[in-house]
């Protein structure tokens, strides 16, 4: 069974290059996110950054095995400017990413069509200059054991390429460990085998 343990995003924030059409100028970024807090503390920036501009349109997708998405059109024309950009980040097939489309009036309208292109090149641009990554989904689990089972655990996580997150070494050791999502049944019934050994899922 291939379990689907991978996803892409983009490794920083970055800005394509400015489109326009009919006077109107279009500035496209795009930001790394893991929560909704990012990706407003990234819009207030932007909204400083262009506190003339007429419209703030943009769309983000977080998660990686079920995802949630949000498009506004920030006073557009109903899915003339926010699905465009979402649009881009699905054909990009990336993640965890906020594209904001910023929009200058040059004093002549643009029409639907006109904006639907403008606000899906603006966003195309930005995920065109950004790094993309592609990095696994993992599991958390938590390991409980006395110290003296200390080497034999370190032994299996290294034979098993098991990242540990935390650590605490005493004579109770807690390790937060890691595991790829398509290793981490193995990993959980090697240690849950394991006498002396308790594996919770985090």
Known sequence: MNLK???????????????????SKFYGYAFPVTS???????????????????????????????????????GEPNNSAGMPIYGQIQSFNVTNVLVVVVRYFGGVKLGVGGLINAYRTGAQLALEASDIIEKTIDKSFLLQFEYKNMSKVMRMLKENNVEINNQTLEHNCLLEISVRKSNALKVFELFSQFYGVKINEL
């Open 5 to 23: 343990d991978t996803y892409k995003t983009i490794a920083k924030p970055a800005y394509g290059e400015l489109f326009k059409d009919k006077n």
């Open 36 to 74: 909704e807090n990012e990706i407003k503390t990234h819009l207030n920036n932007v909204k400083k950054e262009h506190y003339s501009a007429r419209h703030w349109c943009y769309a983000y997708q977080l998660g990686t095995e079920v995802t949630n998405y949000r498009a506004n059109d920030d």
